[in-house]
Structures are given as structure tokens and as C-alpha cells.
């Protein structure tokens, strides 16, 4: 699940360091992630994280690429979690993809949604900081999951968490913003 978590965020670094942990053999990956160490796989994964790298930097083209990415994202997420479970049942395996492919879309849709906030400001750093800390995030998650994959989970269950109460209180608020006021007693 930690890897489908940061297919949301970035897809294309998720592959990338699925197939280069595979390929250089850093961890030993279960033989369903063989999909992942295929030369073609591993080199358009990184030609996209190199596209992403630079598009991710430049407000508004950000959100032009996010909105590209809202379908593709979680099903990768989802890809990537069916991958993982292995020889299972198809009724196991559905709900593995669907668990990847929500976490992948919460992940996704929180990204958007940061980045078109903060594309309303003038200033680019905001979106080159935010930029960063996602591939910093993306890679130490991926590298967590593959080492300490119980603790990648956990993490997954604290972000959800909270993801999860951000979009409660800004719906909360918005609902309260914009409330018609009462009709005046007649």
C-alpha cells in the first residue's frame, strides 16, 4: 500500500523505484514485481519522472499535468497494489485494487488540490518547495516500504488519516461559507 500511496503523489518515480530496486537487487521483491525490473518498463518510468520533475516545477503546468494524471494515477495505484498481493483470490485481488487505486486517487487528489492553491500565489517557490518535498517523500516512502514495510504502513494510515480530516474540516467550512442565511421572518 505504500507504493500505491505514492503513485498518487508521483506514479512514474513509484515504478521507477520498483524496477531499479528489482533490477540492482536492494531488496529481494517477490517474483510478481518482475513486471517492474523489464528494461522498457524501468526506462519509460524514468523518462516520465524526468517530464513530471520538470512540470512539476512550473505553476500551472503543474495542474495541467494533474489533471492529466487524475485517471492515471489510481490505476497505477491500483496496478501496483494488485502486483503486490501475489497468487490470490479474485475477490481478494478486487479489493486490493481498489484499496490502491483510493489510495492513489486521496493521494492524487490532495497533490491537486495543494498545487492549485498555491499556483494563486505569485511567487513560484512555493510550488518548487512543494515540488521537492514530494519526490523527497515519494522516494523515502518507496525505500521505507521496500526495508520496513509494516512502518510504510503505518504511515499510509497516519497520512490517510489525516488526508481524511483535512477534506472533513474544508467541507465543514465550506458548507458554513457558503450558507444562505436565513429568510427573514415575515
Do not use: C
Not at 512540470?55 to 500551472?60: G, L, Q, R, S
Not at 478486487?94 to 486517487?105: K, P, Q
Amino acid at each position: 500500500m505504500g507504493f500505491a500511496f505514492a503513485a498518487g503523489l508521483n506514479l512514474y518515480a513509484s515504478v521507477a523505484i520498483l524496477g531499479l530496486a528489482s533490477r540492482f537487487g536492494w531488496v529481494q521483491l517477490p517474483s510478481q514485481f518482475d513486471v517492474f525490473n523489464h528494461d522498457w518498463v524501468i526506462g519509460v518510468a524514468l523518462a516520465m519522472y524526468v517530464i513530471e520533475f520538470v512540470a512539476d516545477k512550473v505553476p500551472w503546468v503543474d495542474s495541467m499535468w494533474d489533471s492529466v494524471h487524475t485517471a492515471i494515477r489510481p490505476l497505477g495505484g491500483a496496478l501496483i497494489a494488485m502486483t503486490a498481493i501475489g497468487d490470490v483470490s479474485p475477490a481478494v485481488e478486487g479489493v486490493v485494487a481498489l484499496l490502491g487505486g483510493t489510495l492513489a486517487a486521496g493521494t492524487h487528489l490532495t497533490k491537486a488540490g495543494t498545487r492549485a492553491v498555491a499556483n494563486t500565489s505569485p511567487e513560484p517557490f512555493t510550488n518548487w518547495i512543494l515540488s521537492f518535498t514530494e519526490d523527497l517523500f515519494v522516494i523515502g516512502l518507496g525505500w521505507l516500504a521496500l526495508q520496513y514495510p509494516v512502518a510504510a504502513l503505518v504511515v499510509v494510515a497516519v497520512l490517510s488519516g489525516l488526508i481524511l480530516l483535512f477534506i472533513t474540516l474544508i467541507v465543514r467550512w465550506a458548507k458554513r461559507r457558503w450558507r444562505r442565511p436565513p429568510a427573514p421572518a415575515v
